[in-house]
């Protein structure tokens, strides 16, 4: 596992050349609206600072057609302490790390991951719909 540390509160996780997740941590000090994710994923993590009196011009998206190899999701932390553990493609344990109130996860390799929820926790997910029941996930044995 390779941690990369772009800016303070924005680490990136590697494990084999292959970015498994991007976690935007609470005090992550950004002053300007970026975009943590390479414009080839299928989901898109950004962060937004926006002043009082600004505005967001009125748009809506087109429809665009695409192709989805694998669900990425985002996680917020709007409550407690969870450990994710990550996984390799061949369901072994890789590495473990920490996201807690405040912080954003987005899991986007192709590995699996596993949750040990630390202390009580409200996590929100969003994901690429439309979802296909226990079709979309494949179950396996966990470290202890």
């Known amino acids: 596992m390779i941690k990369e540390e772009k800016t303070k509160g924005l680490e ?13 941590r609470d005090d992550y000090p950004g002053q300007a609206i970026s ?5 080839t994923f ?11 009196g600004g505005a967001i011009p009125p748009h809506r998206h087109k429809m665009n057609k695409r192709e989805i190899l694998y ?14 553990d990550f996984y390799d493609k061949d369901k072994k344990y890789v590495f473990s790390e920490e996201v807690r109130r405040g912080d954003v996860i ?3 390799g192709s590995g699996g991951h596993g949750f040990k929820i630390l ?3 409200v ?17 396996f044995e966990g470290v202890k």
């Open 106 to 108: 987005l899991l986007c």
């Open 119 to 121: 202390e009580d926790t």
């Open 123 to 139: 996590m929100i997910e969003v994901k690429q719909g439309p979802y296909n029941g226990m079709e979309d996930k494949e179950r």
């Open 42 to 52: 299928s989901q898109q993590l950004g962060f937004l600072p926006h002043k009082a």
């Open 12 to 24: 990136y996780f590697y494990h084999d050349g292959e970015l498994y997740a991007v976690i935007l």
């Open 71 to 84: 669900t990425q999701e985002t996680l917020f932390i709007k409550k407690g302490l969870v450990k994710v």
């Open 35 to 39: 975009f943590v994710t390479p414009d």
